[in-house]
């Protein structure tokens, strides 16, 4: 790892622009236990593509400092804690460029496969991830490594399914997508 990156976290002017509905109610979902770790030399993703060194370097950071979300390119780095969906919408609403950037996140369901296609993301390494959040993916060709595939994603409680991956389950258009997560988001505050 180079030393001169630098690793930061979304500053006050981000977070304000990001958080006009303050509160966002965190859906994380089950955590997923039992993962051989971090595979040496890169993993592979199902059409045998070696993940990239910047994206081994974003995965092995998400599991050695405990991050849910890791986002890299070059110098810059993005990491957080929030559970669910939260950061992937607060990125989108702050509007930077994050095109190229690889992205390491312990769960992946189809609303948040959408809103990489969105942020443009090249390349995703998910702990978990869904059946509907991998064609998502091959869809709109971001390369993909996982650790474990489920068909669906399960609520915090594991009593359902996510609220969020089902609110977009039949959908096909990321922006589309996008919006139906944010009136999702905000139908949990009323």
């Given at each position: 790892?180079?030393?001169?990156?630098?690793?930061?976290?979304?500053?006050?002017?981000?977070?304000?622009?990001?958080?006009?509905?303050?509160?966002?109610?965190?859906?994380?979902?089950?955590?997923?236990?039992?993962?051989?770790?971090?595979?040496?030399?890169?993993?592979?993703?199902?059409?045998?593509?070696?993940?990239?060194?910047?994206?081994?370097?974003?995965?092995?950071?998400?599991?050695?400092?405990?991050?849910?979300?890791v986002l890299k390119k070059?110098?810059?780095?993005?990491?957080?804690?929030?559970?669910?969906?939260?950061?992937?919408?607060?990125?989108?609403?702050?509007?930077?460029?994050?095109?190229?950037?690889?992205?390491?996140?312990?769960?992946?369901?189809?609303?948040?496969?959408?809103?990489?296609?969105?942020?443009?993301?090249?390349?995703?390494?998910?702990?978990?991830?869904?059946?509907?959040?991998?064609?998502?993916?091959?869809?709109?060709?971001?390369?993909?490594?996982?650790?474990?595939?489920?068909?669906?994603?399960?609520?915090?409680?594991?009593?359902?399914?996510?609220?969020?991956?089902?609110?977009?389950?039949?959908?096909?258009?990321?922006?589309?997508?996008?919006?139906?997560?944010?009136?999702?988001?905000?139908?949990?505050?009323?």
């Amino acid at each position: 790892m180079r030393s001169s990156r630098t690793s930061r976290r979304l500053n006050k002017h981000e977070q304000k622009c990001a958080s006009s509905d303050s509160g966002w109610r965190d859906f994380w979902l089950k955590r997923y236990t039992g993962r051989g770790g971090v595979l040496q030399g890169g993993a592979e993703s199902e059409d045998g593509m070696r993940e990239s060194k910047e994206l081994q370097e974003a995965y092995e950071l998400m599991v050695k400092e405990g991050y849910s979300l890791v986002l890299k390119k070059d110098d810059d780095l993005i990491t957080g804690h929030e559970r669910g969906i939260k950061m992937l919408l607060m990125l989108l609403q702050i509007g930077n460029d994050y095109s190229g950037h690889v992205a390491a996140d312990k769960v992946v369901g189809k609303g948040a496969a959408f809103l990489y296609v969105l942020l443009k993301i090249k390349e995703i390494h998910a702990g978990v991830i869904s059946e509907p959040a991998l064609a998502v993916l091959k869809e709109n060709g971001i390369e993909t490594v996982y650790d474990e595939l489920v068909p669906m994603i399960r609520n915090r409680d594991n009593t359902g399914f996510c609220p969020m991956e089902q609110a977009v389950l039949d959908e096909t258009d990321p922006q589309a997508a996008f919006r139906k997560l944010l009136e999702k988001t905000r139908s949990f505050h009323n």
